[in-house]
């Protein structure tokens, strides 16, 4: 992996500075709109509670969330900054206020329809989809009700990364998988720049797929590289790469263990 220029990382750091949601001057009132599109991910939250009528709102955009035949594969486990602690003996990412564990879960399936065929990829990937969409039902209700939140899949031992401690330490029958955790709390400083995204032309088409043009993925690979030596001195993109290269090859395994039943 080529090392960034100074120019290249100059040129990286304006466009994301630059960066906004492209929302259609018709539709700027929309307030849904604009929470949906101006949501960020926060990691740095102030130590005030999250009501319980609030905690009880996010919990409920999950739980009414869209799914494939409605079969809701999904659970939710809740933890308080202090329940987390005491649960997994350190405290809870980032010192959020609030966190939900979202696992994707074709257990509560299986057990009611009745002659529910063994298709471990399709468990998967139905549970999965449908968590995701619960989850981020939660994330879009929480901003609405000015509560930031940040999904993590690896940090702290939160997602799939670890998926098997997790699946241990909570108990978890087959068929139900660790997705992802959800940390949510009041934001302390100000909102983070839009992260790098691809141009729409270069994800959306019609009929037949088309790659993305190599100097479109270059770009954003550039600001990729120049968004993560800014938020992160001292600390190298590549050995970063690295790391997720190795714990997704470990996560791998796991996940093939709790789907598959492999050894």
């Keep these: 992996m080529a090392r960034l220029s100074p120019l290249a990382f100059l040129r990286g750091l304006a466009r994301i500075?630059?960066?906004?949601?492209?929302?259609?001057?018709?539709?700027?009132?929309?307030?849904?709109?604009?929470?949906?599109?101006?949501?960020?991910?926060?990691?740095r939250y102030r130590d005030d509670p999250i009501p319980a009528d609030v905690q009880a709102a996010i919990l409920e955009a999950g739980r009414v969330a869209p799914s494939t035949v409605n079969l809701q594969t999904w659970s939710f486990v809740t933890f308080t900054r202090a329940e987390w602690r005491e649960f997994f003996a350190k405290p809870v990412p980032f010192g959020a206020a609030f966190a939900v564990v979202v696992l994707a879960d074709v257990h509560r399936a299986?057990?009611?329809?009745?002659?529910?065929?063994?298709?471990?990829?399709?468990?998967?990937?139905?549970?999965?989809t449908n968590?995701?969409?619960?989850?981020?039902?939660?994330?879009?209700?929480?901003?609405?009700?000015?509560?930031?939140?940040?999904?993590?899949?690896?940090?702290?031992?939160?997602?799939?990364?670890?998926?098997?401690?997790l699946s241990e330490r909570m108990d978890l029958p087959g068929g139900v998988i660790p997705l992802l955790t959800i940390c949510f709390g009041y934001g302390r400083g100000g909102r983070p720049a839009m992260p790098p995204k691809l141009p729409v032309d270069a994800v959306s088409f019609t009929g037949r797929y088309r790659d993305t043009p190599q100097t479109v993925l270059d770009d954003w690979y550039a600001e990729m590289q120049a968004g993560y030596?800014?938020?992160?001195l001292g600390?190298?993109?590549?050995?970063?790469?690295?790391?997720?290269?190795?714990?997704?090859?470990?996560?791998?395994?796991d996940l093939r263990h709790l789907v598959l039943g492999d050894d």
């Design 17 to 43: 500075i630059a960066a906004r949601p492209l929302i259609p001057r018709t539709l700027t009132d929309n307030e849904l709109l604009r929470t949906v599109l101006e949501r960020r991910s926060i990691r």
């Design 110 to 128: 299986k057990r009611i329809v009745e002659g529910f065929p063994s298709v471990p990829l399709c468990e998967y990937t139905v549970g999965v």
């Design 131 to 165: 968590a995701a969409l619960a989850a981020m039902n939660m994330t879009v209700a929480a901003e609405a009700l000015g509560v930031s939140s940040v999904m993590l899949s690896e940090t702290g031992q939160t997602g799939f990364y670890d998926a098997r401690y």
């Design 229 to 232: 030596q800014v938020s992160n």
């Design 235 to 253: 600390r190298s993109f590549t050995n970063q790469i690295t790391h997720y290269n190795r714990r997704l090859a470990e996560a791998e395994v």
